[in-house]
């Protein structure tokens, strides 16, 4: 099977990445091992909250400006901090195209409110996610019996130290009934696939009309929606005040919508998707891919001009960690880490730990290296990547997709060149 690109990993970075290409006339292949991490996201995706000494961003410019003098190996240097706002705002459009419906924008950071009812900094949300300060004055956090991946009494505490007025309140929703049986069960997920079937819409709503009445907003768990947008729309045209939607702890709805609208539009844009399959090796002669071999496809190569790694980090097995060394698993490319084991973290759990800042180490193209040798075509993009950490600078969703984005255009830079 031949195609002018073959993306490894099927998280967003990937389809990212393949989305742009496809839109280019570029076939492509994504080999996905299982669930990705969008899967137990948020479905709100950060461009750059804090700088590594701590500070706060406000001012997304000035931050990347910063991010020079303060991170020189981060992913944003390397594809060049005048061109992060320029990707940041072609991703946007690629999510428009896609029918996803965000709000935000690359030059605005907005506040979102968490599961917590803390505040974090954010670039893009899904639109049922509450912001703060809210529109609304009045607001009712609406919590469901035996539901444990979602407190409404705490969110609304940790929100009217924010100075919010605001209660709580649970709705018991008999029609869940089956799923309380067995606690491991009561997930959102599993709450979705039965909420999102349409003969459930009207008891919801019959749930949720009374506790509206005198309530600016209700803000209920993100618990329906899990492929589009269809409740969500019906019962804020049908309720007295307007309705948000708060992520629970993983996993997610809003992520897995994000994840399944990517991929659905992936497939219609000709893309071909190999889920439940995974890459064994990679075949490479004078510093080139000329083969993917995966698992389900045994004795049959992918064959591709150019090959992307968008494996995702340890939490998806992108880079594996012993007691001496870290590696990356594929192609045992060049990996930027500490000397020594002693120095991978800090005894304060709650400091940014140096770990999660290893990953593949690239040049501008991103384009990695093995033994110092850097290969002609392959590319590496998203979490993979060292020289940030995505959690403690609030930068992961928009190192995969301005990452994803500049691989894209080294590749077809380098076609049009070919031709």
Not at 43 to 69: C, F, T, Y
Not at 293 to 312: C, E, M, Q
Not at 327 to 356: I, K
Not at 379 to 384: A, L, N, R
Request: glycine share 10%; with cysteine.
């Amino acid at each position: 099977m031949k195609f002018d690109t073959v993306i490894i990993g099927g998280g967003l970075a990937g389809l990212v990445c393949g989305l742009q290409l496809q839109s280019q006339g570029l076939r492509c292949a994504i080999v996905s091992r299982g669930q990705s991490a969008l899967n137990f996201a948020s479905g709100s995706l950060d461009l750059l909250s804090k700088l590594p000494d701590g500070q706060p961003v406000e001012d997304v410019l000035l931050g990347l400006k910063a991010l020079v003098r303060q991170a020189p190996e981060h992913p944003y240097n390397k594809v060049g901090c005048e061109n992060v706002f320029s990707y940041a705002r072609q991703a946007q459009a690629l999510f428009s195209a896609c029918g996803i419906d965000f709000q935000g924008d690359a030059g605005q950071p907005h506040q979102r409110v968490t599961p917590l009812g803390l505040l974090r900094s954010a670039w893009l949300s899904p639109r049922e996610t509450p912001r703060f300060p809210p529109v609304a004055s009045k607001v009712r956090i609406v919590g469901i019996t035996g539901f444990l991946d979602f407190q409404a009494p705490l969110a609304a505490a940790s929100l009217r130290k924010q100075g919010l007025d605001v209660d709580s309140v649970e709705i018991d929703l008999p029609q869940l009934d089956v799923l309380r049986e067995n606690a491991s069960e009561f997930r959102a997920a599993n709450i979705a696939r039965l909420l999102d079937q349409p003969e459930q819409w009207q008891p919801l709503y019959d749930s949720l009309a009374p506790l509206a009445e005198g309530y600016d907003a209700l803000w209920l768990p993100a618990c329906f929606g899990a492929s589009d947008s269809q409740l969500y729309d019906w019962l804020s045209a049908k309720l007295s005040c307007a309705l948000h939607l708060l992520p629970t702890l993983p996993p997610s709805v809003p992520g897995m919508r994000l994840q399944a609208q990517l991929q659905r539009q992936f497939i219609r844009a000709g893309g071909v998707w190999m889920p439940g399959d995974e890459v064994q090796k990679v075949t490479l002669e004078h510093q080139r891919a000329t083969a993917v071999w995966t698992r389900n496809h045994a004795d049959i190569p992918l064959r591709a001009r150019y090959v992307v790694l968008a494996s995702g980090s340890f939490f998806s097995n992108g880079l594996i960690a012993n007691r001496e060394t870290i590696r990356e698993p594929v192609l045992n490319l060049d990996v930027m880490q500490a000397a020594t084991r002693a120095l991978w973290s800090r005894p304060d759990v709650f400091d940014p730990q140096p770990w999660q800042q290893f990953g593949v180490a690239t040049d501008a193209m991103l384009r990695p290296a093995i033994g110092g040798q850097q290969l002609e075509n392959v590319f590496v993009i998203g979490s993979v990547l060292g020289g940030c950490d995505a959690i403690a600078q609030g930068c992961g969703g928009g190192v995969c997709a301005v990452t994803a984005l500049h691989a894209a255009q080294q590749i077809a830079l380098l076609v049009g060149g070919e031709a």
